[in-house]
């Protein structure tokens, strides 16, 4: 399988990322190397074989449904762009 | 004075404890190294020289008390990846300019908790995505190893030492410096930088696809990645949850053990910690091999492989072979599908990692028309190229239509590699004896890396694997190539049998000796 420019752009844009028509183009010329040298995989025989979710046989740990940790408004944005009263600050979202 | 700064950990906790230096000494020593070393290899992005010297000032109380932990005094660099509470906390990245977590990861905390003293935050490559530290945006780090050139000298006397070999004719060869910088691998490049050129005691590194044991590998220096879920996950900053883990660089095998020892824990706010007691690495040090079954791979013997490397590679064989180990050959068939493999999986749980980084919440913020303009500009410019190649393809094998021919594929694949591991453990294999990488350290810029990113991916062809199974792996340098670079070989181990990683390393590092750059900056 190949990407185009059109794929690309898509792409991007699920990703979040502004590309330039020249980012776009170096791109889907780098992310068709990479899928050309993943093709490989399509060889393996994987008929029966369950996929990997977990390296280690464990249980999922769980832990109580209890506060354990809170009142820490200052500190969580603390370290963002612009706020206010402890609100982070966006661009208008909603006319 | 002796140059503190060259004491292995081990040899300055046992001054520490014995009283003959202190804390404010050797931390001292190091700030110095690095104020004149640092213009130069750019192994740290920040230094925290106040914070290091009241973090001494308060282990020499300790030690003065007799109450200091396991690495009282022991000055160590921490990769950026690492979150520490009130100090630059970046993964080396634009989009986290800023950013001082209030918080400290729990590998930092541990090491802390033993008495352990921050010199500063090591650069990286950005979001620990690369194998040569290029891609960091504070600029790449340099290898304090450089290739060298042997020259036969006549003697006059018969002399031994300085690095020397003596001819039967008395003719000495000496080995002349190039000036072509060298990378010092990745993503943990700081770190092995650093720990090489004496710029730190010991580093934390953490790996993914070989970030530890790569960079080791190209500077000399020892680095093991430790099982999935020995290390907690907790406060660093998330390339790909299902492969990182944190581990040590060190100078030596003893140190890495020290390291990892303090590290390790078991951590109630990773889910994926696993709940087992971390033994005392240290005391599997010097433990006999003899009937020790170490398993050698031949997938591991890949084209174009320089004709060093194989040799290596024998020499650790007759190594362990001769401390009493049994050599047999094994089949690891799935080799091959772990790097492809590794570039699905690694790059879809990184573009979902990465996708918190928004513009919103910490970092950089770049102004839009609306707000989904605002994430686009923040990410395109907060990102450097191979980071959003690989949020890209992470999108992508992860979009509609496409996640069963990609990423369910690719777990299918990593399932036969795990089991491909587990039918040589079944099989009596103690450990797998392998190279750590294709090649030595290569050039700053190298040009094919630059046109090609598959190229630069095959950096990790023989630890990828390791990730992929969550096994330990442990990366302890072997010998000089014919260009007096330093190479490395890798232990693979059963999961959280580390302990017999460090008794085997111990062997190789005992015949093969340890190395050091000549020192040019």
């Not at chain 2, 590794?342 to 918190?356: C, F, G």
């Not at chain 2, 096994?471 to 330093?486: E, T």
């Not at chain 2, 181990?493 to 190395?515: K, M, S």
Request: net charge negative; proline share 5%.
């Amino acid at each position: 399988m190949s990407v185009d420019l059109q794929t690309v752009k898509r792409v991007a844009h699920l990703a979040r990322i502004a590309v330039s028509e020249e980012d776009a183009e170096r791109m889907t010329g780098e992310l068709n190397t990479i899928l050309g040298f993943v093709e490989q995989l399509n060889e393996v025989d994987v008929s029966g074989v369950e996929p990997m979710t977990s390296v280690t046989p464990m249980e999922m740990k769980k832990r109580l449904d209890i506060v354990t940790d809170g009142n820490k408004a200052s500190d969580i944005v603390a370290n963002a762009p612009a706020t206010e009263e402890n609100f982070f600050l966006v661009p208008k979202v909603v006319e | 004075m002796s140059d503190l700064t060259h004491l292995t950990i081990s040899e300055a906790r046992a001054r520490l404890r014995g009283k003959e230096i202190t804390a404010a000494e050797i931390t001292e020593a190091y700030l110095q190294a690095i104020e004149r070393a640092n213009p130069v290899l750019n192994a740290y992005v920040t230094v925290t020289g106040d914070k290091a010297r009241d973090m001494a000032k308060a282990s020499d109380a300790k030690l003065a008390r007799g109450e200091g932990g396991a690495l009282e005094g022991i000055p160590l660099g921490i990769k950026d990846l690492f979150g520490t509470k009130g100090v630059h906390t970046q993964a080396c990245s634009h989009v986290l300019d800023g950013f001082e977590p209030r918080y400290e990861s729990t590998v930092t905390a541990n090491l802390w908790a033993d008495g352990a003293v921050m010199l500063g935050k090591l650069n990286m490559d950005e979001f620990a995505m690369g194998s040569s530290n290029e891609t960091s945006y504070y600029g790449p780090v340099i290898n304090p190893w450089r290739r060298s050139r042997l020259d036969t000298v006549v003697m006059p006397t018969t002399h031994q030492g300085d690095g020397g070999f003596v001819s039967a004719g008395g003719a000495k060869t000496q080995r002349t410096l190039d000036n072509a910088q060298l990378v010092p691998g990745g993503s943990s490049g700081g770190s092995a930088s650093a720990v090489s050129a004496f710029l730190c005691a010991g580093a934390t590194a953490t790996d993914t696809g070989g970030s530890i044991r790569q960079p080791a590998a190209f500077t000399g220096t020892v680095g093991i990645k430790p099982t999935y879920g020995r290390c907690s996950r907790w406060g660093i900053v998330a390339f790909a949850s299902s492969l990182d883990q944190a581990g040590p660089i060190a100078r030596d095998v003893r140190d890495a053990a020290i390291l990892l020892k303090s590290m390790a824990s078991v951590d109630p706010r990773d889910t994926t910690s696993v709940d087992r007691p971390v033994p005392d690495y240290e005391a599997a040090i010097g433990k006999p091999i003899k009937g020790m079954k170490v398993g050698i791979p031949k997938e591991y013997r890949v084209d174009g492989m320089p004709q060093d490397i194989e040799a290596l590679w024998q020499k650790g064989i007759a190594w362990l072979k001769e401390a009493g180990a049994e050599i047999v050959d094994i089949s690891l068939p799935h080799t091959k599908y772990a790097l492809p493999a590794y570039y699905i999986v690694a790059p879809a749980e990184a573009s979902s990692n990465l996708a918190r980084y928004d513009g919103v919440r910490y970092g950089l913020r770049v102004p839009g028309k609306d707000i989904v303009d605002m994430y686009e500009k923040t990410r395109a410019a907060g990102f450097g190229r191979e980071v959003k190649r690989r949020i890209m393809i992470g999108t992508y094998v992860l979009s509609a239509g496409y996640y069963d021919a990609y990423y369910l594929q690719a777990q299918k694949v990593r399932t036969l590699i795990k089991r491909d591991f587990e039918n040589v453990f079944a099989a009596g294999v103690d450990v797998i004896l392998t190279p750590a990488t294709p090649s030595a350290a290569f050039g700053v810029a190298d040009e094919d890396m630059a046109s090609d990113p598959v190229k630069m991916y095959l950096n990790d062809i023989f630890t990828v694997t390791v990730n992929m199974a969550g096994l330990p792996g442990i990366s302890v340098p072997a010998g000089l190539d014919a260009k007096g670079l330093p190479l490395g070989l890798q232990l693979i181990g059963r999961p959280f049998d580390e302990e017999t990683l460090f008794q085997t390393a111990h062997v190789i590092e005992q015949a093969a000796g340890t190395f050091q750059p000549e020192k040019w900056w």
